[in-house]
């Protein structure tokens, strides 16, 4: 459905994107891995449309029709507009046809929100209720392709476990096609059916999730699960690139200190979703 091939996006002296070669088929799920850098935005905007590669090419199918969902709900939705309102203007910007109100219903009921929230503004709405309503804009025209940013990582993680579940339910009911962009390994392994692994603009690593999750090839996929997994780093050059890993090292200076912070894994629910929470280690310079 989605096809890049020796795809390069450069931004002055800034290389975003650097042969990267890669497929999304249709109803798959493809998450996009890498930290703070690593090329994942610009990927998602090329893959929206909303940007040209400097050089290489990007296929889609013709009349794909492409929703967006925005990391943080609070700057995504307008406030002075009601829910009905914003869930409302990919119908209006479409111009899609039909009745109007009952798609906005079935929008709301498909994120498992009561229809009494349509009149309120965002600020009553909690967090994980506003990224709900974003989830419900994006699915209201009924896109072919959704496109997440880090959907979930503006919210408390009891509130990002659920906001998951609801997109595999999702993804299940709908078989969609989707593009989920994070730094949150776990998140990537329990949503998509593939990861792809971003460094530096470099495609490094891309398999299916459980073969990622339990085999990672490269040192920089490897990094980043022991990061999400909180095991020791037993390697040098291991320990080297998890100092790189921006959203998960708190160093904001380099050489990184010796005390690092590292999410471990904590079941929150039945079956096999976890989420990071922070423990620190000691001697990860
Ligand atoms: N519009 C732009 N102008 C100049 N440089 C840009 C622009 N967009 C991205 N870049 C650069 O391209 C590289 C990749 O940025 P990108 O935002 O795609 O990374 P990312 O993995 O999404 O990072 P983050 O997780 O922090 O959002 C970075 O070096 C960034 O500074």
Redesign the pocket.
Known sequence: MIELEDARMV??A?V?LDGVSLRVGSGECLAVI??????????ARIMLGQERLTSGAFRRDGQTRTAYVAQDPADSLNPRMSVARIVAEPLTVGKVEGDRDALIRSAIRAVALDEAVLERRPSALSGGQQQRVSIARALVAQPDLLVLD?PTSALDPSVQAQVLRLLQDLRAERGLTSVL?T?DLPAAAYLADRIAV?HR?RLVEIGPSQAVWDEAQHPYTQALLAAAVGDPLPEPAIREHACSL??YCTAEVSPCPATTTVPTLTEVGPGHLVMPSCTKIQGAS
């Open positions: 931004y002055g800034n975003a890498g930290e703070s850098g690593s090329g994942k935005s610009t990927l880090e962009v730094h971003l603009g921006g959203p």
